[in-house]
T-cell receptor, first 114, second 109 residues
């Protein structure tokens, strides 16, 4: 079984709809991240969480919110989706106690907003 | 301004060729990461390094901290190496990752 899972894997939705993307991990890592990937722009950080009570905005948090329900779960919400939020979304985890802060990525969620 | 710059953006090679992808960065880092993204979209970590050189099979990663530069080398390239290779750095503030835009590699049989 994958260590970092994301649901759904693909989603098509309409402008104005509320969408939630979910991420779960079995690695026991405290740190979790949400990124979006757009062609030609690379990965950009939306939100990150260093533990259940710690939520931080990333580079492009406008239009998004997150919830860290437990150590293993980190959800990303689009309260009112717009077409320029069409992108590939990745969840990742890391554990700096390992001494290297290596990131482990989920398989990605392809979101299309029409 | 991008904190991490990669070159080339696209690369096509014949099977068996030696390949080099370059990465330069402008921030203070605690580590540099090389990631591989296959056409299906999944991202896997290839290397994490903070100094010197690491080798896994046909892949070699080097970093020069003074010059803020890293290279990823692939020896005896194979079509299955076709993927997007992404350079990323974790800042020495501990709170940020910066990603390059990736190098799309195609290895032709």
């Amino acid at each position: 079984d994958a260590d970092v899972t994301q649901t759904p894997r693909n989603r098509i939705t309409k402008t104005g709809k509320r969408i939630m993307l979910e991420c779960s991990q079995t690695k026991g890592h405290d740190r979790m991240y949400w990124y979006r990937q757009d062609p030609g722009l690379g990965l950009r950080l939306i939100y990150y969480s260093f533990d259940v009570k710690d939520i931080n905005k990333g580079e492009i948090s406008d239009g998004y919110s997150v919830s860290r329900q437990a150590q293993a779960k980190f959800s990303l919400s689009l309260e009112s989706a717009i077409p320029n939020q069409t992108a590939l979304y990745f969840c990742a985890t890391s554990d700096p106690r390992q001494g290297n802060d290596e990131q482990y990525f989920g398989p990605g969620t392809r979101l299309t907003v029409t | 301004k991008n904190e991490v710059e990669q070159s080339p953006q696209n690369l096509t090679a014949q099977e068996g060729e030696f390949i080099t992808i370059n990465c330069s960065y402008s921030v203070g880092i605690s580590a540099l990461h090389w990631l591989q993204q296959h056409p299906g979209g999944g991202i896997v970590s290839l290397f994490m390094l903070s100094s010197g050189k690491k080798k896994h099979g046909r892949l070699i990663a080097t970093i020069n901290i003074q010059e803020k530069h890293s290279s990823l080398h692939i020896t005896a390239s194979h079509p299955r190496d076709s993927a997007v290779y992404i350079c990323a750095v974790s800042s020495n503030t501990g709170n940020q990752f910066y990603f390059g835009t990736g190098t799309s590699l195609t290895v032709i049989p």
